[in-house]
């Protein structure tokens, strides 16, 4: 039975995520730092869906481990799902570098660091399936949150290439776009109900799409209306904009 390797696994998305897989009969490997704090969910998810889960310890942000890492999984995952996120409010990150810097580290370059060694492998074996969690915040630097959305673009960008690199290689590279989600990392924020999805929801979307091959999915699909909108503002009135 096939492993799908998730990363960020302790996130309130990640753990729909896994249920979902679980659900569709894959063996998972969940990694987070602080792991052993899944051991509620593995058994749960155990129980209910007859499939091995193993919990790995992995920091994202140290990147000299993650070579060992994935060689260290007794069996090569079909699939690598990449869902860490960090984000702060954006004035704290404006003035706190650290703040930036772990918003950077978490949201794109970590991600690049594993995924890179998750691409010469799929790509040399042939096959296999690469997931990125991104953001509609990547699709346009706004005033609001551009510490943010500035990894995300990057990761965006990334992920678009490499799914272009690895076209031949029969490896599909999907890039999700969520909006508005409620989770512990939006818990503060006042969020627009009908533009909100719910945890859940952005796993089927994800498992649905990854299953069909798809290159990139908005969640909920409205945002892709709404981010066409806005990445065609012209930038001498969206420069006046608070949106």
């Given amino acids: 039975m096939s492993y799908i390797l998730i990363i960020g696994a302790k996130s309130d998305i990640?753990?729909?995520?896994a249920r979902v897989y679980a659900k569709n009969g894959y063996n998972l490997y969940l990694a987070a730092r602080d792991s052993l704090s899944l051991e509620d969910l593995k058994h749960d998810i155990e129980i209910r869906s007859g499939v091995n889960v193993e919990l790995k310890e992995f920091d994202i942000t140290s990147y000299d481990t993650h070579e060992e890492f994935y060689r260290s999984l007794k069996k090569r995952p079909i699939g690598v799902i990449v869902i860490s996120g960090y984000m702060v409010e954006q004035k704290t990150a404006q003035k706190e570098w650290i703040e930036t810097l772990n918003t950077v580290n978490v949201n794109y370059t970590g991600a690049l660091s594993i995924l890179n060694i998750v691409a010469n492998d799929f790509e040399k074996e042939q096959r296999g399936f690469i997931v990125g969690v991104s953001s509609v915040a990547g699709d346009r630097g706004r005033k609001a949150n551009y510490i943010y959305g500035s990894a995300k673009a990057g990761f965006s960008a990334y992920l678009s290439g490499l799914r272009n690199r690895l076209y031949e290689s029969g490896v599909t590279v999907l890039?999700?776009?969520?909006?508005?989600?409620?989770?512990?990392m939006t818990e503060n924020l006042d969020l627009p109900q009908k533009l909100t999805a719910q945890p859940q929801e952005v796993a089927e979307d994800i498992f649905n799409a990854q299953q069909k091959g798809r290159?990139?999915?908005?969640t909920k699909p409205i945002w892709m209306i709404i981010m066409l909108i806005i990445k065609h503002i012209p930038e001498f009135m969206f420069k006046k904009m608070s949106i």
């Fill in 215 to 218: 290159n990139v999915l908005y």
């Fill in 14 to 17: 990640a753990k729909e995520v």
């Fill in 175 to 184: 890039t999700v776009k969520p909006g508005f989600v409620e989770t512990k």
